[in-house]
């Protein structure tokens, strides 16, 4: 009786590459050719609609297409669904369950699923209450081990350095060679060292969109969209994405920026999902040097120092004054603060203690007038800057020197003289089971003489292991004077600026209006090129001015 009722049908197609779908035979094609074929044997189904969710996932039903059918069938205009199998359908084994045991009976729906031979008004069987809750919890285990299989070979890919995000990193574009690597974009990335200039420069986060915006650089969104990305950015809210002081933030914290790559930040608690949650930073996947650096590792550890000085500004200046967040009390040890005094038309700067500002029995009135502070700072710094080239001088001569060469060569020949004795006991130890087999020695001889051997083996291996790292030393401090520079390329300093004194000194401490002490960066690696000219220098023999240039460098810094 049932048969004869004319239903209105809904042609539900479903495709997701999530799901791991074989393109092949469950193509939207060939779903649609399946469905048409199974109507003409069943006339009583006329096609009322079809609703087609092409690259939704089955693990939910928040998919627009299928929510455009539930409104049909609500509204009375739709009583039929047909699909090819129940995994189209959805691979929820609860809801899909809820929907075909509950809400289309309800709804008075009939619901088909063909390649599972299930029809409603026809299978109501003990067995089918059984095989179809199976079936269902088979699609979504189903769903899960591809979620699985996905997100682990997604994270060894990452882990072999691999970039596996949808769109490059600004400043960055996908090799045309290898998609999984990152080149550099150099238009971008002239902005991205632009903006870390400015930021050393004093300039604020805000200040520096606003320089972007005005000298009409695209924003990274709009950029994006230029190059033709079908890129969403989650953090745009006008119709013409401009820089903002967030943008600038996000560009100045991003390590990728330094030639290493930082993915899985965030990733899905449960397969079923949607919403990624951060990770803890030491869940990240960290990769070194596997594409070419914009910024330095120096600038981008400069950066992030300068971040967590005090920026203050006065109205209306663009950049930061040049001692602050530098400037500390010897006494308490907190900051010290700008004060400005007008007096007959005159302006006069000083700092004071900020402690001693806001009560003045907790410390003693440390100032200095920004003047003097200037003038002892430069004639410092210059000073510094003179001892440093001295120091160059000296590690560019120690290069030169035909005992270190010999040292190279020394260490060289020790790496192939232990390589060769590993191999040969390596060689002992495999011929040792032959003899043993052989009978020429005994069961006991074997285990004492194997012992022996393995010990030997792990001995040669450590001291291998010492003299590739004194040979990795020798080659390494070659580049010790790398950071020299920053030094010497401010040897024709004439004034101070903001840039200079976050790029050279660490902190300046005031003692009194007339004396301070200056605290210089680069002190770990001004004592490692101190001692590895000494030790260069003690088996040689070195002339009376490099010797006296050595004391003047230890005397004076």
Not at 34 to 57: C, M, P, W
Not at 129 to 157: A, E, G, W
Not at 301 to 307: D, T
Not at 403 to 420: C, G, H, P, S
Request: glycine share 4%; charged share 35%; with cysteine.
């Amino acid at each position: 009786m049932q048969r004869n009722i004319e239903y209105n049908g809904a042609i539900y197609i479903r495709l997701s590459k999530d799901d791991g779908d074989k393109k092949e035979s469950n193509s939207v094609v060939n779903q649609r050719e399946l469905i048409h074929a199974f109507l003409k044997k069943n006339t009583n189904i006329k096609v009322a609609t079809e609703k087609v969710d092409d690259g939704y996932s089955g693990i939910n039903y928040d998919r627009p297409a299928f929510k455009e059918m539930m409104d049909l069938v609500k509204k009375g205009e739709v009583n039929c669904i047909i699909v090819k199998d129940l995994s189209r359908f959805g691979r929820d084994y609860l809801e899909t369950g809820r929907y075909i045991e509950k809400v289309f009976p309800l709804l008075s729906v009939r619901f088909i699923a063909i390649n599972d031979s299930y029809d409603s008004i026809k299978n109501t069987s003990s067995t089918d209450s059984i095989i179809i809750p199976f079936k269902n919890l088979i699609n979504d285990s189903y769903s899960r081990d591809i979620s699985t299989k996905v997100r682990s070979s997604i994270m060894v890919r990452q882990k072999k350095g691999h970039y596996t995000g949808s769109f490059p990193l600004y400043g960055y574009v996908k090799s045309k060679e290898d998609k999984r690597k990152l080149e550099i974009d150099d238009f971008a990335a002239d902005v991205v060292r632009d903006i870390y200039k400015m930021r050393i420069e004093g300039y604020s986060t805000g200040k520096i969109a606003d320089i972007l915006n005005d000298n009409g650089v695209l924003s990274p969104y709009e950029y994006k969209q230029m190059l033709g990305f079908s890129y969403k950015n989650p953090f745009k809210v006008n119709k013409i994405a401009k820089w903002s002081a967030g943008t600038v933030e996000r560009i100045l914290k991003n390590e990728m920026y330094t030639g290493v790559m930082i993915q899985g930040k965030s990733g899905r608690t449960n397969y079923k999902l949607k919403k990624l949650v951060d990770k803890p930073k030491d869940q990240w996947i960290r990769v070194e040097d596997t594409h070419d650096a914009i910024i330095s590792k120096e600038s981008f550890n400069l950066v992030r120092e300068i971040s967590k000085l005090d920026t203050r500004r006065s109205q209306g200046n663009d950049v930061v004054y040049p001692f602050s967040g530098i400037l500390y009390c010897d006494s308490c040890k907190n900051t010290m603060v700008r004060k400005l005094i007008k007096n007959k038309g005159k302006e006069y700067v000083y700092y004071i203690c900020s402690t001693y500002k806001t009560d003045k029995n907790k410390c003693t009135n440390h100032r200095i007038s920004d003047k003097a502070l200037k003038k002892t700072v430069r004639a410092v710094i210059k000073n510094q800057i003179k001892l440093m080239v001295k120091l160059d001088e000296l590690l560019k001569y120690i290069e030169k020197m035909p005992l270190n060469n010999t040292k190279n060569e020394k260490v060289d020949r020790r790496i192939v003289a232990k390589m060769e004795e590993l191999e040969k006991y390596n060689n002992l130890r495999a011929g040792l089971y032959e003899d043993f087999k052989a009978g020429i020695i005994t069961k006991s001889d074997y285990m004492e003489m194997k012992a022996d051997f393995e010990i030997r083996c792990n001995e040669i291996e450590e001291q291998l292991l010492d003299l590739e790292n004194r040979a990795s030393e020798l080659i390494t401090s070659k580049g010790k004077s790398e950071w020299i520079t920053k030094f010497t390329q401010n040897k024709n300093i004439t004034e101070i600026t903001r840039t200079i004194v976050v790029l050279l000194i660490e902190k300046i401490v005031v003692v009194d209006k007339k004396r301070i002490s200056i605290h210089f960066r680069f002190q770990d690696e001004y004592k490692d090129a101190i001692n590895y000219v000494e030790n260069s220098l003690k088996h040689s023999q070195s002339s009376k001015d490099i010797d006296n240039k050595l004391n003047d460098i230890k005397g004076g810094v």
